[in-house]
């Protein structure tokens, strides 16, 4: 990992600690010269508060130390619904919501996110349509998952 990246993201990791925050954590962070873009999700759910402050308290920081120099951009905001699911964490607030899940064995499980019990999801997969229609539960180790989606209905 980059040096830079590195220190950024400790000082990441100490904004974060703050109370308003501890619920943040970080899903990616690129640097690209002196532009700087940073993913964070929340337990209890990313807000335009929670990235504003973030990105208010890491400036005060940067500026600080100069770690970018005295021009440079910072970006801070949520992965976006596009994004796969990375943590285990990210998973609890989806819980009742649709998800396609990727399973390192190169299935895909598509349902309803039901349950998550130490590192076992739960999901609830239907088959067939009408009074042919299967619903089952299948529980699937977070271990053997290589990307998740939730699937957003419009």
Not at 66 to 79: A, F, I, N, T
Not at 120 to 126: A, C, G, K, N, Q
């Amino acid at each position: 990992m980059d040096s830079v990246l590195a220190q950024l993201e400790e000082l990441l990791a100490k904004v974060i600690k703050e109370e308003e925050l501890t619920d943040c954590f970080l899903i990616e962070m690129k640097k690209k010269d002196s532009k700087v873009v940073i993913y964070i999700d929340a337990d209890e759910g990313v807000t335009f508060q929670k990235c504003k402050k973030i990105s208010r308290k890491l400036e005060a920081l940067l500026d600080e130390n100069l770690l970018l120099g005295e021009k440079y951009r910072l970006d801070v905001s949520s992965p976006g619904a596009d994004k796969a699911l990375k943590y285990l964490r990210q998973y609890k607030k989806h819980i009742d919501r649709k998800i396609e899940i990727h399973l390192k064995d190169e299935s895909t499980i598509e349902g309803v996110l039901k349950n998550i019990e130490d590192e076992i999801l739960t999901v609830e997969v239907s088959s067939g349509k009408g009074k042919k229609k299967v619903v089952e539960l299948k529980t699937i180790e977070f271990l053997d998952i290589e990307k998740s989606f939730i699937l957003l209905a419009f």
